[in-house]
């Protein structure tokens, strides 16, 4: 197409006015339908629950039993290596974090917060929370390159074997954000077994897509902690996940998993933090979901709305951009994100036409640490919260704006 005709494009779509929203993945307020009966599932008559618990009063710092053993089965870890959190995620790693550095973790010699220098390891394109909890912290961070089959394991071996500074990196194992690349049974034997200058290395395994699917063929992720106690090293991963996407984003269940080492640990420090999460709030997804077969069958549902919006990015990309070797995307099988990579040098400005246009992408650089992308290349699509119009008219927008710049 010429470069007139794209003006014209261009130039018409300004004239439409257009407000469409994909700079995160939220739920579309259609899933969110999905777990209306979580308001009414639970009443006064649930109030006693195992181990003579009353929900409605203090007890069960780290989750109640019932809530402990769904859970266990969806981090994929034993009830008693699990603490049931409040409604997010990203709290726990921040406090995991926080933790680290003002006591370190088991095997840590002295506090993190008193060593000269703390570095994570950051594979890129990323989760840009993540990030933000290393800048809070004065943390550095070292960005690692992902294959297609999970992070670069040579550089990591090779880093982590050198350099005792290098106390953690962060993972978002299946369906990653925003590449959704799941890691191979390799990747993970590899984590698992790596040697680690420093003793108290962990990593942070925020598999937050574990459950979400977009086809009747699923990734498969192999059990880290199962992986490290084979290999020595129990204490290395700290397994995060949420219902956030799952139930309802803003009153989900988040929970923390690892070796019982770990989460007594934890459970000492956060006796002193907290009297414990919304008890009755955790029964609700009890009651709601019953089990992980409840889980599966919701997210399935899940998947009827998000498979379609998927689709449609698939569609117009390829239609607008396949064959021109101006852009590389990836076509996902789980997750909540589409990653594409413009021509270098060329990702901020397209992010900046689209917006002047009224569709508003995730900022450039966000996938990088310091949001800095030395390539300036990656823009992360987020397609759950428009319809499937908005995201045609989007990707199209985009289409444009890439050939354009």
């Known amino acids: 197409m010429s470069q007139s005709a794209l003006f014209s494009r261009y130039d018409a779509f300004r004239a439409q006015k257009l407000n469409i929203d994909m700079t995160r993945g939220k739920p579309c307020n259609a899933q969110l339908d999905l777990a209306a009966d979580l308001m009414t599932c639970v009443t006064n008559a649930d109030a006693m629950v195992a181990d003579g618990v009353d929900i409605r009063n203090y007890g069960a710092m780290d989750g109640i039993a019932e809530a402990k053993m769904l859970f266990a089965d969806y981090l994929e870890v034993a009830t008693d290596e699990i ?22 973790v088991p095997d840590s010699a002295v506090a993190w917060g008193k060593l000269p220098e703390v570095k994570f390891l950051c594979p890129v394109p990323g989760y840009d929370r993540h990030f933000s909890i ?3 912290f004065g943390i550095k961070m070292i960005p690692i390159a992902m294959n297609s089959d999970g992070p670069d394991m040579d550089q990591i071996e090779r880093l ?20 959704g690349i799941t890691y191979s049974p390799d990747v993970v034997a590899r984590l698992a077994q790596m ?43 700290i397994i995060i996940g949420s219902t956030a996407k799952v139930s309802l984003a803003g009153s989900s269940v988040a929970m923390i998993g690892g070796s019982k080492r770990n989460i007594d640990a934890m459970k000492k420090q956060m006796g002193i933090q907290t009297i414990g999460a919304d008890k009755v709030n955790q029964l609700r997804h009890v009651r709601f979901f019953k089990n992980m ?20 990015v698939q569609d117009v990309l390829g239609r607008e ?33 689209a917006a002047a246009v009224g569709v508003n992408l995730t900022p450039a650089g966000s996938t990088t640490p310091y949001k800095r992308d ?32």
């Open 83 to 104: 603490i049931i959190g409040s409604n997010s995620s990203l709290s726990l790693m921040y406090d995991t974090l926080a933790r680290a550095m003002l006591f370190g």
């Open 374 to 405: 030395p390539a300036d290349t990656n823009i992360r699509i987020a397609p759950s919260f428009p319809s499937i119009p908005d995201i045609r008219t989007a990707m199209e927008v985009m289409s444009v704006c890439i050939q354009l710049a």
């Open 321 to 353: 951009l396949g064959g021109l070797n101006i852009a590389t995307w990836s076509k996902p099988n789980g997750g909540y994100f589409v990653s594409l990579d413009t021509l270098p040098g060329k990702a901020k400005r397209v992010i900046e036409m």
């Open 195 to 237: 040697r680690c200058k420093a003793a108290d290395f962990r990593i942070i395994w925020d598999n937050a897509y574990t459950v979400h699917h977009l086809s009747d063929t699923p990734d498969h992720l192999a059990n880290l902690l199962a992986a490290c106690k084979s290999a020595g090293n129990a204490e290395r991963p």
């Open 160 to 179: 982590v074997a050198e350099d005792e500074a290098i106390k953690g990196m962060w993972s978002v194992p299946k369906y990653s954000n925003p590449s």
């Open 134 to 136: 290393c800048e809070n």
């Open 293 to 312: 077969a409840g889980i599966e069958a919701h997210m399935r549902k899940h998947a009827a709305i998000l498979r379609p919006k998927f689709d449609a």
